[in-house]
């Protein structure tokens, strides 16, 4: 039996895990520009372990650790963490990743205050439902240590595909079989509510091209 009824998440994982499957290391090796970002950020607040959440094949994750990062890498895509278990493996870094699939829907597995600093890049911004969204910040939070560093991105309703394709309510739309939920600018304040919110970034990425935040918000001391 299942324990809640199918949610475009749901469906998402699925497709995830076809896409991946059909398109192994489907980004490459080099590391997106939130992470080159992020990896400075980490270094300058003295982070030394990183929850990277939707880590997918890995890309960032081998990067933080080749910096001497000790990375905790999760997705919801097993096939997706398999592809990063063995790009560690052969890249030599096993000792500095480890890997698990997790449903961010879910609690993290992880004791209060545990790690350093958090990382997601387009994370936040799948087939989620705000409430969802929420509840999964206040579970970054929660293992992050007092002055911990959360570096995010997420696409927002700037984006060329705002309003597009399949809409599933909640600033949710589905194109391409991908589904995001497209960030208003109120959302990323709220999810800021008991942070230092210290940088919303404009940038954009990939042929569309996809236009995104990159924020960056630290947990009181």
Known sequence: MQEHDPT???DQRRH???????????????????AVHALDRFRAAGARQVLELGAGHGRDTLF?????LTVIATDFSR???????????????TGLVSAAVHDVRRPLPLGDGSVDAVFAHMLLCMALSTDEIHAAVAEVRRVLRPGGVFVYT????????YGRGTAHGDDI?????????????????????????????SFEEGELPRRLWRVTQVRPA
Not at 64 to 68: T, V
Not at 174 to 194: S, Y
Request: aromatic share 12%; no cysteine; net charge negative.
């Open 173 to 201: 739309y589905e194109h391409g079989g991908f589904g995001v939920h497209f960030f208003p600018r109120r959302l990323v304040d709220a999810l800021a509510e008991g942070w230092q919110l210290e940088e919303v970034q």
């Open 16 to 34: 995830w895990q076809e896409t991946y499957a059909a398109h192994p290391a489907m980004y490459g090796d080099q590391p997106s520009a939130a």
């Open 64 to 68: 933080f650790a080749r910096a001497g």
């Open 79 to 93: 096939t997706g963490i398999d592809q990063l278990r063995t790009a560690a493996d052969g890249a030599g870094l």
């Open 154 to 161: 997420v696409r927002h309703t700037g984006d060329a595909h």
């Open 8 to 10: 475009p998440a749901d």
